[in-house]
């Protein structure tokens, strides 16, 4: 097996890499890992193979599974316009380049896995979220949604593409979390707004867990039947999308408190959501406004989450 993965460094990629490379292992199978990089002196593991983007242009190498991550943070900045530039262009030129080494190969890769979030879906309270449900337009959502336009291209040279709207990953040595278990561990941390917005979360072992079993279920089903998780049904038959986030959300109170209790510290402190909109400005919304995803495709697939409950996130992934 050969897999290509844009943005592998990273908190997701990185993890998916060293799971995959052990599974293989023990499995006595063989497994070939490069990550797409723009710079050729990027610190990486022995056992993982570098690209970089310039090279891919030029490559004739051959993927049966490309692994779409590359993309800025979105909540790691205020959303100026310049920024929203940035988090747009950091989806968009990766994917460009990929598409672009799709469509000259002479061997077509088996599938494209092409990350996205479920900010597509927008803001829309408590309602239950599905793979079928429609969006609410804004920025979040426009920004997922021109992301997976893009990468659905890979479909017109035949390759097979997979969307997975990932939720709030959970771990403590990155992303959210990690930003604060700092002011958790001080006692200030505290809920955001009224604490009843929901939170989407998907702990990291079963992100990892959920985009292998993914690739694994759609390269034995080469026919890729249309269902209910189709975008298009009725036209297009070689694309599904998968909501990457653990069945049971969360209030932000519920978050907070499960985190003080895990952690031992008081969470008497609370951010007023006119607060957080002056310090934040657009990008508040991802604070103060829920989206309720359910893995409906995930779960009708079969796949078993490790982590059904934050607490038992927390709890099994993680040393304080």
Request: net charge negative; glycine share 8%.
């Given at each position: 097996?050969?897999?290509?993965?844009?943005?592998?460094?990273?908190?997701?990629?990185?993890?998916?890499?060293?799971?995959?490379?052990?599974?293989?292992?023990?499995?006595?199978?063989?497994?070939?890992?490069?990550?797409l990089?723009?710079?050729s002196?990027?610190?990486?593991?022995?056992?993982?193979?570098?690209m970089?983007?310039?090279?891919?242009?030029?490559?004739?190498?051959?993927?049966?599974?490309?692994?779409?991550?590359?993309?800025?943070?979105?909540?790691?900045?205020?959303w100026?316009?310049?920024?929203?530039?940035?988090?747009?262009?950091?989806?968009?030129?990766?994917?460009?380049?990929?598409?672009?080494?799709?469509?000259?190969?002479?061997?077509?890769?088996?599938?494209?896995?092409?990350?996205?979030?479920?900010?597509?879906?927008?803001?829309?309270?408590?309602?239950?979220?599905?793979?079928?449900?429609?969006?609410?337009?804004?920025?979040?959502?426009?920004?997922?949604?021109?992301?997976?336009?893009?990468?659905?291209?890979?479909?017109?040279?035949?390759?097979?593409?997979?969307?997975?709207?990932?939720?709030?990953?959970?771990?403590?040595?990155?992303?959210?979390?990690?930003?604060?278990?700092?002011?958790?561990?001080?006692?200030?941390?505290?809920?955001?707004?009224?604490?009843?917005?929901?939170?989407?979360?998907?702990?990291?072992?079963?992100?990892?867990a959920?985009?292998?079993?993914?690739?694994?279920?759609?390269?034995?089903?080469?026919?890729?039947?249309?269902?209910?998780?189709?975008?298009?049904?009725?036209?297009?038959?070689?694309?599904?999308?998968?909501?990457?986030?653990?069945?049971?959300?969360?209030?932000?109170?519920?978050?907070?408190?499960t985190?003080?209790?895990?952690?031992?510290?008081?969470?008497?402190?609370?951010?007023?959501?006119?607060?957080?909109?002056?310090?934040?400005?657009?990008?508040s919304?991802?604070?103060?406004?829920?989206?309720?995803?359910?893995?409906?495709?995930l779960?009708?697939?079969?796949?078993?989450?490790?982590?059904?409950?934050?607490?038992?996130?927390?709890?099994q992934?993680?040393?304080?």
């Amino acid at each position: 097996m050969n897999i290509l993965i844009s943005g592998g460094s990273g908190f997701l990629g990185s993890a998916f890499s060293q799971e995959l490379l052990m599974r293989y292992q023990q499995m006595g199978k063989a497994l070939q890992i490069t990550w797409l990089t723009r710079d050729s002196n990027q610190a990486h593991p022995s056992d993982i193979t570098m690209m970089t983007y310039d090279e891919l242009t030029k490559s004739d190498a051959y993927f049966d599974v490309i692994l779409n991550l590359a993309g800025a943070g979105i909540a790691d900045a205020r959303w100026s316009d310049d920024r929203k530039e940035q988090l747009l262009a950091s989806r968009m030129k990766p994917t460009k380049d990929i598409l672009a080494f799709v469509a000259r190969s002479h061997v077509k890769p088996k599938l494209l896995v092409s990350g996205s979030a479920i900010g597509w879906y927008g803001n829309q309270g408590v309602k239950p979220l599905t793979e079928s449900s429609g969006f609410q337009t804004d920025f979040a959502h426009q920004l997922c949604d021109d992301w997976e336009q893009l990468a659905l291209q890979a479909t017109e040279f035949g390759v097979p593409v997979t969307l997975v709207r990932t939720g709030v990953v959970i771990h403590p040595t990155g992303g959210m979390l990690s930003k604060l278990l700092t002011p958790f561990k001080m006692g200030v941390g505290g809920q955001l707004g009224d604490g009843q917005q929901i939170m989407s979360w998907i702990s990291r072992d079963d992100w990892v867990a959920a985009v292998t079993f993914v690739i694994e279920q759609q390269l034995n089903d080469s026919a890729f039947q249309v269902n209910e998780n189709t975008l298009h049904p009725a036209s297009n038959n070689d694309m599904k999308i998968y909501n990457l986030t653990a069945p049971n959300p969360v209030t932000n109170h519920t978050f907070t408190k499960t985190l003080g209790a895990w952690l031992h510290r008081p969470t008497f402190f609370t951010l007023p959501a006119f607060l957080l909109k002056l310090i934040f400005g657009e990008m508040s919304t991802l604070l103060i406004d829920g989206q309720k995803v359910l893995p409906k495709a995930l779960l009708d697939g079969g796949f078993e989450f490790k982590h059904q409950t934050f607490k038992e996130a927390l709890e099994q992934q993680a040393v304080k």
